[in-house]
């Protein structure tokens, strides 16, 4: 019982001072953990901030990279469609080259019909030629409601105010987006539903030929703008051979005509070269001389001047007068038949020389004057007899 009040008195006196020593290490240890808990929620927070900093670099990194995707996108829709549009307009050359080389009329403007429709992908086309006497325009070829090429050569109509404008000008265009629309059409017409049209002028050096039209009118999709400036190009083709064509067409009515002229003419009408062989004759040529065919003067007479010329001087003589004076009228001779008997000519003939002025070969016509040296012979042996 002493002792454990000894004990007890002891503890008493010691309490005070182990109060104030543990109060100071608990103290410490909460101010520690406050500043643990503290630096726990800063860095917490930071980690938050970090998280949330990350989240919103990850959509800012999202939303870069979308847009990147979509213009990267862009360049290759855009790198595609230069592509198409590159070798639509390569087409367009290598079908405007082709078209040139066709020299027939009719020919040309069907190679020109189906290189709109196929060549550069249109549903209906039509070709209209132009007549600038009195202002109007002829339907040549034509695509139907179903698709068919049809000959619309038998109608024509005066142009307007708006088709006017685009033919009298060389890059003459129209684009209506809503054509049935626009021009309010029954629904007999056979421009009924149309939506997109073009008109493109056709012209050939300083004056306009025609017009062509298309329209998608079957497959009613969108007309792109590659195919619009690939049409626009391949109209100055268009212009181009049927200019030719249509050139051709003339030199050939020419022809047509000269060779009538020449086979069924009465004097005889020849070519020959300076060395003297004959390079053409005609038919009346021939009979003249004593032959059935042309071919066969030209196969048989080599030497003019000793096959046929009585005097071969006179034959010199004539080379000569064209030589120096370019043309000849009224030449007399006496020339050899096929069977040696002898009659009297008179040539008209000429020189034809090229761009240096050099002779190619002469060319002319004869005319058998015996009947007139006679009647001339008895009239001079009349009057000597007086």
Wanted: hydrophobic share 45%; net charge negative.
């Amino acid at each position: 019982m002493f002792m454990q009040r000894h004990l007890f008195v002891a503890a008493m006196d010691i309490q005070p001072l182990g109060l104030s020593f543990f109060s100071g290490i608990l103290l410490i240890i909460i101010c520690y953990n406050v500043f643990l808990a503290f630096c726990l929620a800063h860095m917490l927070r930071k980690q938050h901030e970090a998280l949330r900093s990350k989240d919103e670099l990850n959509v800012a990194l999202q939303a870069t990279n979308d847009e990147l995707r979509h213009r990267i996108a862009q360049l290759q829709d855009m790198e595609a469609a230069e592509e198409r549009r590159r070798l639509l307009l390569e087409q367009v050359v290598q079908l405007g080259k082709a078209i040139t080389e066709v020299t027939e009329w009719r020919a040309c403007l069907l190679n020109i019909y189906y290189s709109v429709k196929e060549g550069l992908g249109f549903d209906r086309v039509g070709l209209l030629l132009y007549e600038p006497e009195n202002q109007m325009l002829h339907s040549m070829l034509g695509t139907s409601r179903t698709g068919e090429l049809e000959d619309m050569s038998s109608f024509a109509y005066t142009i307007d105010s708006i088709e006017a404008g685009i033919l009298h000008n060389p890059a003459g265009f129209q684009f209506v987006d809503d054509y049935d629309a626009a021009y309010g059409l029954p629904a007999d017409d056979p421009m009924a539903g149309v939506k997109e049209h073009v008109s493109v002028a056709v012209w050939a050096g300083d004056r306009p030929l025609g017009m062509i039209g298309v329209d998608n009118l079957l497959t009613q999709r969108p007309m792109t703008g590659a195919q619009v400036e690939a049409l626009r190009l391949f109209a100055g083709y268009a212009g181009l051979a049927m200019a030719n064509a249509r050139l051709l067409a003339q030199v050939r009515d020419a022809e047509q005509k000269y060779r009538s002229i020449f086979e069924h003419a009465v004097e005889g009408i020849f070519q020959s070269t300076l060395d003297g062989r004959f390079m053409s004759a005609n038919p009346a040529m021939a009979h003249m001389l004593g032959y059935a065919q042309p071919d066969e003067l030209i196969a048989q007479v080599t030497d003019i001047a000793r096959q046929l010329f009585v005097e071969p001087d006179r034959w010199a003589e004539l080379s000569r007068l064209i030589q120096q004076q370019s043309e000849v009228h009224g030449f007399e001779f006496r020339s050899y038949q096929r069977d040696g008997s002898v009659i009297w000519v008179a040539a008209n003939s000429r020189a034809v020389r090229d761009a240096a002025r050099d002779i190619l070969y002469f060319e002319g016509s004869i005319e058998d004057i015996t009947k007139r040296k006679w009647a001339e012979g008895a009239l001079q042996h009349y009057a000597e007899r007086m």
